[in-house]
């Protein structure tokens, strides 16, 4: 299975792009929030969804882990194919989509092209919990720090005090990175400050 591809951007659009690697010129569809961010790069670290079927095979691609593992979360519900989910990833950010299920704004959903009624209430049903929980995002960040409990601490404060569990995750994750070391206080102050 390829995780991701590392090379030099020759080809880039809003619904694809093709890197080259050792001679390959990859072409892989992605999303206009992958687009945005790859914008004046010349190289690349693509992270991969390998899509196969018995009449096609396709590399969906994304900028960050996070938008891969949303990408997978929705087209694991019955009914959203990938390119829908590649259209729900270029409508809203993976922020938009995940607030949007929490609060189950069914309009806001609705809004993406391809997504109707049903499938917006499919989606709520299915995926709330998960994403409460912290699916579809990336958490190896939260995961590799030695100090777990800090984070769990933290984590739980911040739901508690009524904040959408998968952007506190994201938040603490990102906090953790810049300052390994910091206490369970600085910590969630940081937090405040930017949920």
Do not use: C, W
């Amino acid at each position: 299975m390829i995780d991701y591809i590392k090379g030099k951007i020759t080809e880039l659009n809003p619904s694809e792009m093709t890197v080259e690697t050792y001679g390959i010129g990859y072409k892989i569809l992605i999303s206009l929030q992958t687009f945005t961010s790859f914008e004046g790069k010349n190289e690349v670290t693509v992270y991969i969804h390998h899509y196969i079927r018995e009449d096609e095979e396709l590399f969906y691609g994304f900028s960050t882990k996070d938008e891969r593992e949303l990408f997978r979360l929705l087209i694991g519900v019955s009914g959203i194919g990938a390119a829908t989910a590649r259209m729900m990833l270029s409508s809203l950010s993976s922020e938009e989509i995940r607030n949007a299920i929490i609060a189950e704004d069914i309009a806001r959903i609705k809004s993406i092209k391809g997504i109707g009624v049903k499938s917006a209430q499919r989606l709520i049903l299915e995926l709330k919990d998960k994403i409460i929980k912290g699916g579809g995002a990336d958490m190896s960040n939260i995961m590799s720090r030695t100090d777990n409990a800090v984070t769990e601490e933290a984590v739980t404060a911040l739901v508690l005090l009524g904040f959408p569990k998968a952007s506190v995750q994201k938040t603490v994750a990102s906090i953790i990175k810049e300052e390994p070391q910091i206490s369970i206080e600085n910590l969630i102050k940081a937090a405040l400050k930017k949920l």
